[in-house]
């Protein structure tokens, strides 16, 4: 499918996020809404769209699982010698 004028602009927002990270490890650069940190107390995301925005995290417990099932995970990797992070 050929790709719109909104989705090339949403390409270039994204592809500016992911070069910002991989220099940096930060994906704020020049994209034009800043990717938050998130924080336990103020649970936010960047949706990614035609229209890009911060939003609220409406699925809180299902991240909740995915947090404890990668704590798990790293800490069963680490215990066979794999290091998992910086």
Known sequence: LP????D???AAEMRNYWTSFAR?????????????QFETN????LRLDHEVQVEAV????????L??????LVEAMSSIG????S
């Open 24 to 36: 940096s490890a930060d994906p704020n650069g020049s994209a034009s809404v800043a990717w938050p």
């Open 58 to 65: 409406d699925r809180v417990d299902k991240y909740e699982i």
């Open 82 to 85: 794999v290091t998992v992070g």
């Open 8 to 10: 090339k602009v949403l």
């Open 42 to 45: 103020e649970r936010q995301w």
């Open 67 to 72: 947090n404890a099932r990668t704590a798990r």
């Open 3 to 6: 790709l719109t004028d909104d």
